[in-house]
């Protein structure tokens, strides 16, 4: 079983930022991909960012491209998504996810929640204009 464990999300002013982090704990393979999806009142999850397991390929909707960054530290077993230039239309919860199953298969996948084994239960951002 996998544990995802997000934190750091709160209450920001409008054009600030805010660092969101996910560890991730127990029966953790050596390869997998994670992303950030997000969920607004009365809107479906939408797809945030995700990262490959060498943190070497990053992938954005393109609302957060240019603003969002998204990085992992595999020793921790932890990714982070810097948020720059907030809107009010952040405001959302967060929600970490983790691809054990996928293999390059996660390449074609990590935009929908398919390509996702484990969710965390979110982090609330709220942003205040």
């Known amino acids: 079983q996998v544990q995802l464990v997000e934190s750091g999300g709160g209450l920001v002013q409008a054009g600030g930022s805010l660092r969101i982090s996910c560890a991730a704990s127990?029966?953790?393979?050596?390869?997998?991909?994670m992303g950030w999806f997000r969920q607004s009142p009365g809107k479906e999850r939408e797809f945030v960012a995700a990262?490959?397991?060498?943190?070497?390929?990053?992938f954005y909707a393109d609302f957060a491209k240019g603003r969002f960054s998204i990085s992992r530290d595999n020793a921790e077993s932890t990714i982070h998504l810097q948020m720059s230039s907030l809107k009010s239309e952040d405001t959302a919860v967060y929600y970490c996810?983790?691809?054990?199953?996928?293999?390059?298969?996660?390449?074609?996948?990590?935009?929908?929640?398919?390509?996702?084994?484990?969710w965390g239960r979110g982090t609330q951002v709220t942003v205040s204009s």
């Open positions: 996810a983790l691809d054990r199953t996928h293999s390059t298969g996660w390449y074609s996948l990590y935009q929908t929640e398919k390509g996702y084994d484990y």
């Open positions: 127990g029966r953790i393979l050596s390869s997998y991909g």
């Open positions: 990262i490959n397991w060498r943190g070497d390929r990053q």
